[in-house]
Structure formats: C-alpha cells, structure tokens
C-alpha cells in the first residue's frame, strides 16, 4: 500500500451549514470534491496519530463509497482505528454513543439527516467532536476555510475493507474495526429506561407502530422493540435502510408519515405510533388519531422525567431552541430548573450539557434528546414515552391533556415554504429585519408587539456570540411569530414561519391547531408579505 498525495483545486461553497455540508448527491460525486472536505477535516484536526475515528452513515446512496473513500484517507493520516458501523451503517445518536464509550477523536457522520436520498436526493457529512456532539462554529469556520485554500489531499491506494463482515481490517498501519451499530446504543437505552415495565407493558397487549421509514432507525428499532422487549413482530414498518429510502421522505412528521398517520386513524388503530427520519435523530410521538407536537413533547417527558431511571435524580436543567415552543418554560418555572434558549442546532446544546447545566433538550423540528449523548435521539425518545406509558398506564392523548390541564396549552404550528428563491427569500429577511425597530407597540389584528427582534444569542458557558439566528415578534400576551431561514435544505431556500399562542382556559384546548393560530398566520403575511414577494399562496408544508 503507498500513501499517496492527490494535487486538487478548491470547490467553492463548502461551508457546513446548521448540521454539516449538504449538497445534491451529484455534487459530491464530483472528483476530488468529498476528499477536498474530508481533508480540510483533518488539517483542522491536526496531528492524528494514534487516534480513534468513528464512522458511519444514515445508508443513503453514496454511503458506502464515502464510507471507503474516508476510511483510505483516515489511514494516510495516521488514526490507530477507525470503527465503522457494519455496512457502512451508524445512526447519527449512535455515532456520538460510540464516540463517548470508545474516547474516540471524533467521529464522521455521513447523512443528510430527513433530506430525500438516491442517486437524484441528497447527501451530507459532518464531523463530530471528542464529546459526540456537532463541531461548533470555531471548528466549522476553520474547516470551511481550509476549503477554500486547499491544494491537495492525502490517501491510501489500500484495498476496499469488507464492510459486510465484522471484526478487523487494516489498511496501512490503521486497524479497521467493523462493529455491530446496535450494540453500545442499544446498552446504553438499557441503561436508561425501565426495560423490564416496558417488556410487560408489551406482555400485556400493548401494540405500537414503528415507521423507520426506509432509513437507519430500523434496525434499532427492530432489534430493541421487537428483539429485547417484546413488540409483536412487524411492529416496525420499512425498518430496512434502503440506499432512496423506498421512496419516503424520511422527514418524520404528519405529511410525510402518511403511512402511520393513516394506521393511527383506523378502526384498528395501535395504541402508541412513532417514527423516525433517515438518520435516526429525530422523533414523531402519534397517539390514537392524536398528534403530539414535538413541543409538547419535551415539555411532558420533562414533567414526567422521574419515570425513568435515568432521570430519576431530577433535571438540572432543560434547553430548546429559540423557534420551539414555550411549553418546557413552564415546566421549567415548576421545577425550580432554568431553561435555556438557544438558536437552532443541536450544537449549541453541547456546551450546555457538557457543563452539567441541562439534562433534556429539544427542537420543534422533531428532535428531542438528553445529556446521555451529544445529538438529539429519535428511539431514546420513542422509548421514553414507552416507559411513561408503562408506568402510568395511561393513552397518549390522556397523557397530553392532563398536562395542558396543569399547565396550559401552547398551541403551536411550523410553516414551511420550501425551495423558495433564494435572493427572494434574503430580500424578505432583510425587510423585515428593517421594520424591527418600529414594531413595539404596533396593533397587528388582534395583537399588540411587545417587542420585536433578531434573535441573539451569547453561551453561557464559553461566550460565544452567534447574531441573526432568527425574527421574532413577540406579542403582550405571550404569542409569537418567527421567521427564519433554514440551512438544511440543499435547493432554493426554505423560509419557516413558526406560529405560537399560548391558552390558560381548558375549555379552550381543544380547538383545531390552525383555526386557533389563523390570527398569528394573517400577521405574519401583513409583516412579511410573504406571497407577494416568494410568489407561494400558501406553505409547502405545515407540521
């Protein structure tokens, strides 16, 4: 084997965006164009050797080809060990599980997490850190500029590894390690979660329905529902991760779920629903032709955390991000437990969680977590609402209510209007980022502004500043409107417009969730005047 060095020519727009660099699948098959990141990834390291790698993928097309092309590379740069999911395969809450058990460097996430995959979809890579969490803005900003200088990468000419077989390999001097991507995450929810209630829950004539979706949730959710506690077999549906995820888009919400959605309403309906997106990180909670908003979510499995054994020396704090809903500020405020506002990705959890100052995080868009690992985890959150179930006994929708009952309901809705023009959908920022200074004080409808602004944010722990991470307009009584433009996306723009109203009264719950907000909707259209300047008449998508 020879170590070879590969003369190359930057690729511009490299820079990761909210959770990595994602471009069309086409764009990363262009010659030297994964090896230019890959490389930059390593030159901000610095000096490898030694070291341990994990690496690993959500199995969407281009997985294994990355999967081969990285581990060559990581070889040339001196790693002791790279383990790699078998297959290629590593859900993102399992890559930052192995890195934390193993004291790897770090480790390379391969996904576009809930973007469409195949030859015509998405791909995505991001690196990870010693604590198992996203890299923050330093390390990223320092990988993008080594992008835009880079004159060369370094590689192995090694042979392929068998990715099907596990055990170990080498390539150069570097052992590869191909391990069972279940095993250490799946002890890990042992840990957590009251497996033995769970189990008889299920002996009891429990059902539930697992949709993974086509993506990577499957084999976990198959190996830990079915396998160690007892689900019926075919609780988990499209539990395969297929390279086009059979054609779903694996974006975990009652739109793309439709398959799930539709069992949930049936006659013969399971008694719990849940589903996952391409890389495991997200979450979808579905009673009995009944949704929970993911908002709601963290704000009841935070009430209710004491259930499970992890979390029974109480919370030390709870996080969202600055988009979510005010619901976990309330149980919070009843805890005696601060609860933090960030902006939106995962990362900027990490710092938090690191310095023991929360226990649960969350974000509206499907992803819930805790301090067990660094990423949000869609099946630790299935199975935290398995254990609530277990130990109260209780449906979903009982569940829910009871909770909008102690502390009122937060109605809540995303709307998304998807691969918009991009230079219209700066204009329409940057238009409304000019009115801000005006607006407190304003009648809009029904509501009056209490104040409005670009979300800021300064860590609490290390004092990074991140600006313009988001318009709110914040109304006297507690409603909000919030616009913000999405950096997941790799097509066009995605302009999300989050809708918030919060109500005390019961007898007010239980009103339809855009009939309750048609209010805030019409404001946001009178601020931002989204249809004249985007050319959509409606959203995209509304979760």
């Given at each position: ?6 003369a190359s020519?930057?690729?511009p ?10 471009k069309?699948?086409t ?9 230019n990141?890959?490389?930059?990834v390593f ?5 490898c050797?030694g070291?341990?790698?994990v690496?690993?993928g959500?199995g ?5 080809a ?36 193993h004291?790897?460097?770090g480790g390379?996430v ?13 791909f995505?890579?991001?690196?990870n850190?010693?604590?198992g969490?996203?890299a923050p ?14 004159t060369?990468y370094r590689?192995?000419?090694g ?24 095993s ?26 697992f949709d993974g979706?086509?993506?990577?949730s ?8 079915e396998?160690?506690l007892?689900?019926p ?15 779903h ?8 779920a439709?398959e ?5 309403a ?8 849940a ?5 495991g990180?997200?979450n ?20 209710n955390?004491?259930v ?16 979510t ?6 149980v919070?405020a ?6 933090y ?10 710092t ?12 509206e868009?499907y992803?819930?977590?805790s301090?067990h690992i660094r ?19 209780k449906p979903?929708?009982?569940?829910v209510?009871?909770?909008?009952a102690?502390f009122?309901?937060?109605y809540y ?14 204009a329409?920022m940057?238009?409304?980022r000019?009115?801000?200074?005006g607006?407190?004080g304003q ?5 009056t502004?209490?104040?409005a ?12 500043v991140s600006?313009?991470?988001?318009v709110?307009v914040v109304?006297r ?6 616009f ?15 809708l ?7 007898a ?7 009939q ?7 404001v ?12 959509r008449?409606?959203?995209?998508v509304i979760?």
């Amino acid at each position: 084997m020879t170590i070879l060095t590969v003369a190359s020519t930057p690729f511009p727009g490299q820079r990761p965006g909210t959770s990595g660099l994602r471009k069309k699948v086409t764009v990363f098959r262009q010659v030297g164009y994964l090896e230019n990141f890959v490389q930059s990834v390593f030159d901000t390291l610095g000096d490898c050797s030694g070291k341990t790698l994990v690496l690993g993928g959500d199995g969407r097309f281009h997985n294994r080809a990355a999967v081969h092309t990285i581990l060559r590379m990581a070889a040339a740069h001196g790693f002791a060990k790279t383990l790699v999911g078998q297959g290629g395969i590593l859900s993102t809450p399992a890559v930052s599980c192995v890195i934390r058990k193993h004291g790897a460097l770090g480790g390379i996430v391969l996904s576009a997490s809930h973007n469409p995959g195949g030859p015509d979809g998405d791909f995505g890579i991001k690196y990870n850190i010693g604590n198992g969490g996203p890299a923050p803005e330093q390390v990223t900003e320092a990988i993008y500029r080594h992008t835009e200088s880079i004159t060369r990468y370094r590689i192995s000419d090694g042979a392929d590894v068998n990715l099907n077989r596990l055990g170990a390999d080498r390539i150069e001097q570097m052992q590869v390690e191909v391990i069972d991507p279940v095993s250490d995450y799946a002890g890990l929810m042992q840990d957590l979660f009251d497996f033995d209630a769970i189990r008889a829950l299920f002996a009891g004539g429990f059902r539930m329905c697992f949709d993974g979706m086509g993506a990577v949730s499957g084999p976990y959710a198959t190996t830990i529902l079915e396998g160690m506690l007892g689900a019926p077999a075919g609780s988990v549906i499209n539990g395969v991760p297929l390279e086009d995820f059979g054609g779903h888009h694996p974006d975990p919400n009652p739109v793309n779920a439709a398959e799930l959605i539709a069992l949930m309403a049936g006659a013969d309906a399971p008694d719990f629903g849940a589903a996952s997106d391409g890389d495991g990180d997200r979450n979808m909670i579905v009673g009995r032709r009944f949704d929970v908003t993911p908002s709601d979510s963290l704000a009841i499995l935070a009430a209710n955390a004491g259930v499970a054994p992890g979390y029974r020396a109480g919370l030390k704090g709870i996080a969202r991000s600055m988009p979510t809903s005010r619901a976990a500020d309330r149980v919070a405020a009843a805890l005696g437990v601060p609860c933090y506002e960030t902006p939106t990705g995962w990362k900027f959890f990490g710092t938090l969680l690191d310095a023991g100052k929360a226990t649960l995080c969350g974000e509206e868009s499907y992803g819930t977590g805790s301090d067990h690992i660094r990423e949000k985890d869609g099946l630790w959150a299935v199975l935290f609402w398995l254990n609530l179930l277990a130990a109260t006994g209780k449906p979903v929708r009982q569940l829910v209510e009871e909770h909008w009952a102690r502390f009122g309901r937060n109605y809540y809705s995303r709307h998304d209007y998807e691969a918009i023009d991009s230079a219209a959908a700066n204009a329409l920022m940057a238009a409304l980022r000019e009115r801000l200074a005006g607006l407190a004080g304003q009648t809009l409808g029904a509501y009056t502004v209490d104040f409005a602004d670009d979300f800021a944010y300064t860590d609490p722990v290390d004092g990074a500043v991140s600006t313009q991470q988001g318009v709110r307009v914040v109304m006297r009584d507690g409603s909000r409107v919030v616009f913000r433009l999405s950096g997941t996306g790799t097509d066009g723009a995605t302009l999300r417009v989050y809708l918030e109203r919060y109500e005390a009264d019961p007898a007010q719950h239980h009103l339809p969730t855009q009939q309750a907000l048609a209010g805030l909707v019409a404001v946001a259209e009178q601020l931002a005047g989204i249809a004249a300047r985007t050319g959509r008449a409606s959203p995209s998508v509304i979760t």
